[in-house]
């Protein structure tokens, strides 16, 4: 690109034109105006003359941009930009690095000097507000000239890719908590149940509260104390997420979509589920690639889920429940815990219940739906005029319809969650333990 004057150019400029006026009412100072203007020329042009010949200015800068391999959604994380001066003298640049529109950045551009065969190392703050692949294609730079009357751009090609994921960041913080055991800081509550209709898991000294039944007499007898069997939740069962695609997960309540909340939520419960010992899988309905995952143990099955559906997008189809249910039975006849993660509808109910119902003949069922957080916020609004009780009266009348819903889906023993997005990742991993404890899987 071409050079332009940098702000010492009109510095001197400005100087020349301040004694030019001058020599309007004193010609004595013509020949100085004159010399200096000349004089100017010849450092202006030999400044960017130098520019070019000391070294080529594409070869003065090296960059090299450190960017992890992925990418939590919504959360803040580092560039780091490494700038080697391979140059012979000082460098003042700056640097801007061309993100992709996939990302919101920070702290850019980045004014710098660097010693002669120095390095500097800067960084930037990116938050990635779409899931996928991205492209950093190029570091864009401006090099001051010699004399620092010019900046010259040069781009330089220095290309980077990595995938954006749902948010996984969540999960080394889950980890964290459960590790001190404060997992009620989340919002999540653990009761361990020690009773019928759950996996042996040691014995331990009685304590006040146990049941009659949970004694172990022969230990008790050996021992000459009492001892009490502990039980911990059955193992080796089967978790299915059934992922709505479909157009109403395209809603937003905030930075994120529906879609990404509920994949967040996702993620998070498959950790959970793993740790405890079950296998997860996932299918996805109402989509333009619908995905599958057989169910699988192990930490890696997390990899594989964010790796099936970190460049997911929902699209403009309706869902189908009732197609999405059949496939589910024809793919999986083992008994699992079928999870369906979608946004629900009162109108949706026709169709709904009789997919439902299908799947509790081999499955256990459990609906989570997104509850729209306007909704929750019309209500809050004090009815002070009419349109605002018209309002309230229309949100009243569809929460009525949607209760209805859930109510035949309850009566119909199939559990639900109805929440906000923001709640949804709590509620499901609470349901979740719930049904654990229950042994009803």
């Not at 105006?33 to 520019?51: C, G, K, N, P, V």
């Not at 009490?228 to 109403?248: A, N, P, V, W």
């Not at 995905?291 to 930490?299: E, T």
């Not at 790796?307 to 999986?332: C, F, G, M, W």
Request: hydrophobic fraction near 40%; aromatic fraction near 8%.
């Amino acid at each position: 690109m071409l050079p332009i004057p940098d702000k010492n150019t009109f510095y001197l400029l400005a100087g020349v034109a301040v004694i030019g006026l001058l020599a309007i009412f004193m010609p004595s100072l013509i020949p100085v105006w004159q010399f200096l203007t000349l004089a100017t020329l010849f450092i202006l042009l030999l400044d960017l003359a130098m520019s070019y010949l000391l070294k080529s200015s594409t070869q003065a800068i090296e960059i090299e941009r450190n960017l992890a391999g992925s990418l939590p959604l919504g959360v803040s994380r580092f560039v780091g930009l490494k700038v080697h001066n391979v140059s012979n003298r000082a460098q003042r640049l700056s640097v801007y690095d061309h993100f992709p529109t996939q990302v919101h950045s920070e702290g850019l551009p980045v004014q710098l000097s660097i010693s002669a065969e120095q390095h500097a190392d800067i960084q930037y703050k990116i938050i990635a507000n779409e899931r996928g692949k991205i492209v950093f294609p190029l570091v864009q730079i401006q090099l001051q000239s010699y004399f620092t009357f010019w900046k010259r751009s040069i781009k330089l090609p220095v290309r980077s890719t990595t995938n954006v994921y749902p948010n996984f960041s969540a999960i080394s913080h889950y980890a964290l908590l459960a590790t001190d055991n404060n997992l009620s800081q989340m919002g999540i509550i653990k009761k361990p149940r020690r009773g019928e209709g759950q996996d042996f898991h040691q014995l331990r000294e009685y304590r006040e509260g146990d049941a009659i039944r949970q004694i172990d007499w022969k230990a008790t007898s050996r021992l000459q104390k009492l001892i009490s069997r502990e039980y911990q939740d059955e193992r080796d069962q089967e978790i299915i997420f059934m992922l709505d695609c479909g157009h109403r997960m395209l809603a937003k309540d905030d930075d994120l979509s529906h879609f990404d909340h509920t994949l967040n939520a996702l993620l998070l419960l498959s950790y959970v589920a793993l740790k405890q010992g079950d296998a997860v899988g996932l299918t996805t309905f109402a989509g333009e690639d619908p995905r599958w995952i057989a169910p699988r143990k192990g930490q890696h099955t997390v990899q594989s889920i964010l790796n099936t559906v970190y460049d997911l997008q929902p699209s403009t189809e309706s869902p189908d429940y009732s197609k999405a249910a059949t496939d589910l039975l024809i793919r999986h006849k083992k008994r699992a815990l079928v999870i369906i993660l979608t946004n629900l509808r009162d109108e949706d109910s026709d169709e709904l219940i009789p997919a439902v119902n299908l799947l509790k003949k081999r499955h256990l069922v459990l609906l989570a739906s997104l509850r729209e957080k306007t909704i929750d916020d019309v209500l809050k609004i004090p009815v002070d005029d009419l349109q605002t009780a018209i309002d309230n009266s229309a949100t009243q009348q569809y929460l009525l319809h949607r209760q209805k819903t859930f109510e035949q889906l309850t009566h119909s023993g199939i559990n639900t969650i109805d929440v906000s997005p923001d709640k949804l990742t709590v509620d499901l991993i609470n349901a979740y333990l719930g049904i654990k404890r229950s042994g009803l899987l």
